[in-house]
């Protein structure tokens, strides 16, 4: 079972002012199979976490450490990360212009394997996936994430997670501006990867909406740049109704 190990990272950003602390100490352990769900109020350095994971150059790890299966994360390129098997869902997905959606499936899952998947087998993967995301064909064409809406590019995330299999999918507000319906398709879509039973995932979500679908295994309350509260789904219930107004104010965060 593979294991992901954040062992108090720090992370600052480099601003005008110099450098600025987000991640303050955050203590995180995902296994394959596990579904973590990370609730915080906005601004507490979610997306910061999972850009750290990734790689993302604008982050500068200060303290800490990030293991995959006793690996060092930190060390590792973006490249070699999702080679690794750490895929992240952002939360504004960009556009890649000149790349068809198709060729650059195509192009992940070449790296990811170590060798091209064989033609036919892949175009009918594909074809398939989509159309449990209800992906209209034409799409696999286009360019990625180019003029797509926002929920065309949340479904577009998900047909990534389903056809390139991580070992760790960070998925940073996949919910964010779904209708209903497209909120139980892609939630349909993480749910099937999920009972694979090989894939750990960190769903960062504002909303307890997106957990009537997914069932998170552990909770976690995000705060001032660290992890305040861990527990069961029980405690994402609290928190639609209570909110998050005890962490911020000192309380458990401080
Ligand atoms: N590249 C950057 N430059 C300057 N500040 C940044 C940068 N990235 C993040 N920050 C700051 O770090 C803090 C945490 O941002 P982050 O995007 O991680 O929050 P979040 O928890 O994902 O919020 P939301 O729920 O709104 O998505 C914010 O105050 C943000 O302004
Ligand atoms: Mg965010």
Known sequence: MATLEINDLHVSVETENGPN??????????KQGETHAIMGPNGSGKSTLAYSLAGHPKYAITGGSVTLDGEDVLEMTPDER????????MQYPVEVPGVSVS???RTSATALRGEAPKLRLWVKEVKEA???LQIDPSFAERNVNEGFSGGEKKRHEILQLELL???IAILDETDSGLDVDALRVVSEGVNRVRESGEVGT?????YTRILRYIKPDHVHVFAKGRIAESGGP??????EEEGYEEYVKGGAAS
């Open 103 to 105: 060729n650059f499936l």
């Open 202 to 206: 960190m769903l960062i979500t504002h």
């Open 130 to 132: 989509m159309e449990r």
């Open 165 to 167: 299999k991580p070992k």
């Open 234 to 239: 029980e405690l994402a219930d609290k928190l």
């Open 21 to 30: 602390e987000i991640l303050r100490g955050v203590d995180l352990t995902v």
């Open 82 to 89: 999702a080679r690794a098997g750490v895929f992240l869902a």
